[in-house]
């Protein structure tokens, strides 16, 4: 068969010229056929990770069986630069250890003895004491069963009488004799918060708690009194949340400090829309920003709001400090991190999603993507292990470098490899390219027991914000988002110390008016309350 090639050499003169141009349109539409198939592929899978983020499971969990059946069936197609290794470090990996299951115990768990109780007996009539033999029965026992009560929010109004006193004999004598005075004195009542408000620190931090805690916008704080039949206004709660936001400066000042004194630290980001604030539209997108930090047992979580997401925000945070800093890809923390005082630690969770989004329509665990998951799923078994093992940072760093690195010098070699011969523009290129650019600040958490393989603990301390922020939406104005970033790190350095917020709120609203110096406030972080706390109930 002659080729279209030989038809046009063997031609000359007019019809050559057209043949070459028949040629020549030909391959042009080949090409366009060819580029149009790889964005309708490209669009068709933006197209399904969109259906999936609208309707689909948000989890990047995936069933061990999957991960075994797949391990074993292409595992080794796949890796062949690297068979061996696969073979003796992922294998050994994946065997999980034989336990016995601890069968849990069925039925209704006990209510808990630290509530108040209240006895109500019940017996038997005098004539039903009386036995069939005719003698009065004894009684032998009972028969206990509880219920849990519940009372519904009661107000109380604290009047406060402030005796005043004054000396009879100067006020005649200064009728007589204006040099002498009349004496005049008046008891004084303890300090408040917020000066000449009918708010106590209980109501004021209950509305607190409610906002910031529950989630209840301050429009449905407002037809709950009313339902006690008080009226108290939105605008009245408000404004008490401004002046709040004011009085914990000092204290929430003292706490962000203390995240620069320990060297390990995270941060992460979220948006906040805010309506009026200067030079900028109400759809403008605004950011809280959360830093966390502190040791195990006195955790410290920091909200800013900011106008933007400058890489300047984080670098003026951390100004000074030295040690890690889990963060994530965003290029607004590589300066940062580049720093020679800091560690940088990127997110393997990040690194995950990006391949689980590369995988094929339908979530099949399958491809280039597939793998990367699959060895990504053995990093977090293993650290998943070490945790159930409650294991001390020196143990968890001799694990990790006898069984997770061996696990990332496959990965490195599997991706180097693939990056060669992917679409740099695919959906698995990107992956594979975010993954790659990244690598230093992604093994890092094998050189310390201490760090973390992702960002997740950061994302978690977030996420109180984010599920607000779906209640009430919006700031109002500036000095509302900072009012609401200073308020959630109070509650959620609270929580993070498992110091009850409410209480916790309530002691520090009490003693706020006191404080004047540094030691004051201290004694005010959420470690310190809880001693106290707990001394007094005990």
Same mark, same amino acid.
């Given at each position: ?53 609208? =309707? ?28 061996? $290794?696969?073979?003796?470090?992922? @294998? ?10 601890? *069968? ?6 006990? $209510?808990? /003895? ?14 039903? /004491? ?23 929010? *009661? ?8 005796? +005043? ?57 407002? @037809? ?62 605004? =950011? ?27 670098? @003026? ?48 665990? /399958? ?44 990965? +490195? ?23 790659? +650019? ?51 790190? $109070? ?48």
């Amino acid at each position: 068969m002659i080729s279209l090639e030989e038809i046009v050499k063997n031609t000359s003169g007019e019809t050559r010229k057209v043949l070459e141009q028949f040629v020549h349109e030909t391959a042009e539409v080949i090409k366009e056929k060819r580029r149009l198939e790889k964005a309708n592929e490209y669009y068709s899978h933006e197209n399904g990770l969109l259906r999936k983020k609208l =309707y689909g499971a948000s989890s990047e969990k995936q069933k061990a069986s999957d991960i075994q059946e797949q391990l074993d069936a292409d595992l080794f197609n796949e890796f062949e630069l690297c068979a061996q $290794l696969v073979d003796s470090e992922i @294998t050994e990996v994946e065997e999980p250890p034989v336990t016995t299951p601890i *069968k849990k115990r069925s039925g209704r768990k006990p $209510l808990p /003895k630290h509530l108040p109780r209240k006895v109500i007996e019940h017996d038997l009539t005098t004539d039903e /004491k009386i036995c069939e033999c005719g003698q009065e029965m004894e009684c032998i026992g009972a028969n206990v069963s509880e219920q849990l009560d519940y009372q519904p929010a *009661k107000l109380t109004v604290i009047e406060h009488r402030c005796k +005043k006193y004054g000396c009879e004999s100067c006020n005649t004598a200064n009728k007589t004799n204006p040099a002498i005075k009349a004496q005049l004195k008046a008891a004084s009542k303890p300090l408040q918060l917020l000066p000449k408000s009918i708010a106590s620190a209980s109501l004021l931090s209950q509305i607190v708690i409610q906002k910031f805690c529950d989630h209840l916008p301050l429009y449905r704080q407002e @037809t709950i009194f009313k339902r006690l039949s008080i009226k108290l206004s939105r605008q009245t709660m408000s404004e008490w949340m401004l002046k709040l936001g004011r009085a914990v400066i000092p204290l929430f000042n003292c706490l962000q400090d203390k995240v620069l004194d320990y060297d390990l630290a995270y941060a992460d980001e979220t948006t906040i829309q805010v309506l009026n604030e200067p030079g900028r539209r109400a759809q403008t997108k605004s =950011y809280i920003w959360c830093f966390m930090g502190g040791p195990p047992d006195e955790r410290i979580i920091i909200y800013q709001y900011h106008a933007s997401r400058k890489a300047e925000i984080p670098e @003026t945070f951390f100004d000074g400090y030295q040690g890690a800093l889990h963060c994530d890809g965003y290029a607004g923390y590589s300066k940062l991190i580049a720093k020679p005082e800091i560690t940088g630690i990127n997110c393997m969770a990040h690194v995950r999603r990006k391949f689980m989004d590369a995988l094929p329509n339908g979530n099949k665990m /399958k491809g280039v993507s597939g793998q990367v998951v699959r060895l990504i799923a053995q990093l977090y078994k293993i650290e998943k292990s070490l945790k159930a093992q409650q294991a001390v940072p020196q143990t968890i760093l001799a694990t990790r470098h006898e069984k997770s690195k061996p696990i990332f010098e496959v990965l +490195k070699k599997y991706l180097d490899e693939k990056s060669r011969c992917v679409p740099p523009k695919s959906k698995i290129g990107e992956a594979i390219r975010y993954t790659l +650019k990244r690598w230093p600040y992604l093994i890092t958490y094998l050189e310390d027991g201490r760090y973390e393989i992702d960002n997740n603990r950061c994302e978690r301390a977030i996420k109180p914000f984010v599920m607000g922020r779906k209640a009430w939406l919006f700031a109002n104005s500036v000095h509302g988002a900072h009012t609401s970033a200073r308020l959630f790190s $109070l509650i959620e350095t609270a929580k993070a110390n498992e110091c009850d917020p409410a209480e916790y709120l309530n002691y520090i609203f009490e003693k706020l008016p006191y404080c004047q110096s540094i030691d004051d406030y201290e004694a005010l972080t959420p470690w310190e309350v809880k001693k106290v706390i707990s001394d007094f109930k005990a």
